[in-house]
Structure formats: C-alpha cells, structure tokens
C-alpha cells in the first residue's frame, strides 16, 4: 500500500483559553513536516507536497516503523534546549548530497510528531484527535527510535500551559479539540494557534 501524499492541517490564531475538551500542545518552531512508512520505503514531505526526504537522511529511522504509518509532525533544531529555527534553516535549504551528509553532524534535527493519520494501512481521518493521539503515543513508546520525539501536551488548562510555554522561550500553543477530525490542508477552529502578540507576525511556517 502507497500511503496518500495529504497536505498538513492548519490552525487559526486565537487568544488563551480553557476547555475540558481540547488539548494543547507547544507550538514547535520549526518546518512542519509530513512521514510516511509503506511498500515504498520512507518519505518526507511538506505543506506544498514538496519532497525532504533527501534533506534529512538520517531520518530513515522511521523504516523501524510500522508500513502503512503517516504521521504529522514538525522538524526543528535545537540550541540551548529551544527550538532555533535559524540553525534549521541553513540546512534545510541544501541540495548538495555531501553538505547535506555534513550537516547531519552540525545540525541534527529532531521530529516532533504530534498526529496519526494511517495506522497499519488503516485511515484515521475520520477518527477524533483523542484516538489518533492515543495511538501515537503508543507507537512512540513501542517503537521508539532516535531523533523522533512525542509531542505531550495538556487537557484543559491552557491558560497556565500557555503562560509557563512563553514563559520557558516557546514560541507558544496550539489548542486542538479533541473530537476533531483530521482535515488535510484545510484552515480550521478546531485547530487554534496562541502566540503573543509580538509574535504573530512572524514568517509563515514553512
């Protein structure tokens, strides 16, 4: 089975807030990036369908994955325990097959994934975020492999989550519902992004 090429779901901005029914996460700053497992092997791609695959090679530890696995997630940089988006973009942009394997040792990344798409070859689309991450979260505990990390997050209490994220040098919050179907590259409510003010106007993620 070649698993579909879909394009990420989006959020829209918002203020903080609380709700029993949604989760929120850390807005991770980096590239939001798609990954699949199937009869084909590997694959990375972003917003535009765009291939990364041969960006970041040492990402071919997802193979220990299940086939038939798709995932949503956001590659990032780290330094100084953050997410440092201007270290991720210098290499994110190379094309050359030995600055790429050089920059595996000046800048390793690590994948963020924080939604289960295609489980075993079966879709999830339709299925409620507290399902698919439910499911996440047991592949990442069984098949836990380097370089790819759970995004946790809270239920409920999103204004105190917020508070301490922006407080600790996070970028800010995604609050996702909880009974929300997956929509590929739609703009929905259920997804709502909360960043400080300062921030909003910041480039748009890649």
Same mark, same amino acid.
């Given at each position: 089975?070649?698993?579909?090429? *879909?394009? +990420?779901?989006?959020? =829209? +901005?918002?203020?903080?807030f609380?709700?029993?029914?949604?989760?929120?996460?850390?807005?991770? /700053?980096?590239?939001?990036?798609?990954a699949?497992?199937d $009869?084909?092997?590997? @694959?990375?791609w972003?917003r535009?369908?765009? /291939?990364?695959?041969p @960006?970041?090679? $040492?990402?071919?530890v997802l193979?220990?994955? %299940?086939a038939g696995t798709l =995932? /949503?997630?956001?590659?990032?940089?780290?330094?100084?325990?953050?997410?440092?988006l201007p270290? *991720?973009?210098?290499?994110h942009f *190379?094309?050359d097959a030995?600055?790429i394997?050089?920059?595996t040792r000046?800048c390793p990344?690590?994948y963020? =994934?924080f939604d289960?798409?295609?489980h075993?070859?079966?879709? *999830?689309?339709? $299925?409620?975020l507290r399902q698919r991450?439910? !499911? !996440?979260?047991e592949l990442c505990?069984r098949g836990?492999?380097p370089g790819v990390l759970?995004?946790?997050g809270?239920?409920g209490?999103g204004?105190?989550?917020?508070?301490?994220?922006v407080a600790?040098?996070h970028e800010g919050?995604?609050?996702?519902?909880?009974?929300?179907?997956?929509?590929?590259?739609?703009?929905? %409510?259920?997804w @709502?992004?909360?960043?400080?003010?300062?921030?909003?106007r910041?480039?748009p993620?890649?």
């Amino acid at each position: 089975m070649i698993l579909p090429c *879909l394009r +990420p779901m989006l959020a =829209v +901005p918002a203020m903080p807030f609380d709700a029993a029914d949604y989760c929120f996460e850390i807005k991770w /700053d980096g590239v939001r990036t798609m990954a699949a497992v199937d $009869e084909g092997g590997w @694959r990375l791609w972003g917003r535009d369908a765009v /291939d990364y695959t041969p @960006r970041y090679p $040492e990402l071919d530890v997802l193979q220990r994955w %299940p086939a038939g696995t798709l =995932v /949503d997630g956001e590659l990032m940089a780290v330094r100084g325990g953050l997410p440092h988006l201007p270290s *991720l973009l210098q290499r994110h942009f *190379l094309t050359d097959a030995w600055k790429i394997r050089q920059a595996t040792r000046w800048c390793p990344v690590q994948y963020v =994934v924080f939604d289960l798409l295609y489980h075993g070859g079966r879709c *999830l689309l339709r $299925e409620p975020l507290r399902q698919r991450r439910e !499911l !996440l979260a047991e592949l990442c505990a069984r098949g836990a492999v380097p370089g790819v990390l759970w995004s946790a997050g809270v239920v409920g209490a999103g204004t105190a989550f917020y508070q301490a994220v922006v407080a600790s040098g996070h970028e800010g919050v995604v609050a996702k519902s909880l009974a929300a179907t997956y929509q590929p590259g739609c703009r929905s %409510p259920a997804w @709502r992004k909360i960043k400080p003010p300062a921030r909003a106007r910041r480039r748009p993620a890649l």
